[in-house]
């Protein structure tokens, strides 16, 4: 996705896209480990970097693109990784890919006795649809005075995933996205209750799963309340069209699309956080709301962004209360 002099082309899915990047980290780490055949344990650090890069280009005009995502896991190695979401590809998808990349790798380019050095993310981009036109792999070459590089953008195809595999595989972060292989079957869904009742049931598979992890403290129930509400805030719109496809997905999820319990979960950590800073001063007052938060289930990226903006600290002095 990009935002360009002014312009946006968002979409709701890429929201939930970021959404569950932000709030539910934890989740984009088996997608890592799927797509580029890493060997996380799912317990490594996540530090995001600004998504927002500014371009310069040859007529001299500065533009803002927006990334969907870029971030450092802390593991054996530290490792960057852009990943972008697209719903279909189009022509100029790796024209965006090498100046994000390229501005990724500039922004932490080390200078040392007159060399520059720059360090390039593993890419990786999600296709939300896909058809016989859409490539099985990307590549980037430059040619160079100095020699001839390149390098893939490995790529992922949301309906090469069964929910079975999606299960097994812990890709629990393509959920809401699931519904996008049901797609070109929704009219047949809204004119036939035996085949809309099939899809319901699938769905009610989808919850019983996330239940049966939440049980087993796999998730927390902050993480699946935002599987839940982001699945319906995709379903509201891919299939606007379809009053009862919407109607019997969202009944057997659970849940309405303005009512995230999970935000209802967080803010309710908050305010206790809040009130106990009020009781015993403030440096208690944001120990308590971290304690409060962790035990709630929320995911520490998502800590560090409230205690950063509700208590209005640096991002370096709101890490020292974890």
């Known amino acids: 996705m990009n935002v360009e002099e002014g312009k946006t082309t968002a979409r709701p899915y890429y929201d939930v896209f970021r959404t569950l990047l932000n709030d539910c980290s934890s989740l984009i780490i088996p997608v890592i480990n799927e797509v580029f055949r890493e060997d996380y344990s799912g317990k490594e650090r996540i530090v995001f ?19 969907d995502t870029c971030f450092k896991i802390l593991g054996r190695e530290i490792r960057k990784y852009h990943l972008e979401c697209q719903s279909s590809a189009d022509s100029s998808m790796l024209v965006r890919f090498f100046e994000y990349d390229t501005q ?7 200078l040392s006795e007159n060399v520059l050095t720059v360090t390039f993310p593993h890419s990786a981009v999600l ?33 090469q995933f069964t929910l079975d595999e999606i299960f097994n595989k812990n890709l629990l972060f393509l959920i809401p996205f699931h519904i996008f ?6 009219a047949a869904y809204e004119q036939d209750e035996a085949q809309r009742r ?21 998730i927390s129930e ?30 057997v999820m659970g849940g309405k699309v303005l009512d995230y319990e999970a935000k209802t979960i967080l803010n309710e950590g908050m ?17 308590g709301t971290v304690s409060i938060l962790k ?28």
């Open 127 to 159: 296709f939300l649809r896909c058809g016989a036109s859409t490539p099985d792999k990307l590549k980037i070459r430059m040619v160079t005075p100095g020699g001839n590089l390149e390098y893939g953008v490995l790529v992922m195809k949301l309906r």
């Open 104 to 110: 990724i790798a500039l922004d932490e380019g080390e």
């Open 271 to 287: 305010k206790r956080g809040m009130e106990k800073g009020i009781e015993k001063g403030m440096e208690k007052g944001i120990r």
């Open 49 to 67: 970097s600004p998504n927002e890069h500014f371009m310069n280009r040859q007529d001299g005009i500065e533009g803002e693109r927006v990334t």
């Open 295 to 322: 035990n709630l289930g929320i995911p520490t990226q998502t800590i560090l962004s409230e205690i950063q903006e509700q208590y209005n600290l640096s991002p370096e002095a709101s890490r020292e209360y974890l």
């Open 222 to 251: 902050y993480v699946k309340c935002t599987i839940i509400d982001m699945s319906n805030r995709v379903l509201e719109h891919i299939a606007r069209k379809y009053e009862l496809v919407r109607k019997g997905v969202k009944e």
């Open 198 to 218: 099939l899809l319901e049931k699938e769905y009610e598979m989808v919850r019983e799963e996330l239940e049966e992890r939440l049980e087993q403290r796999v």
């Open 181 to 186: 292989s049901h797609e070109d079957r929704f």
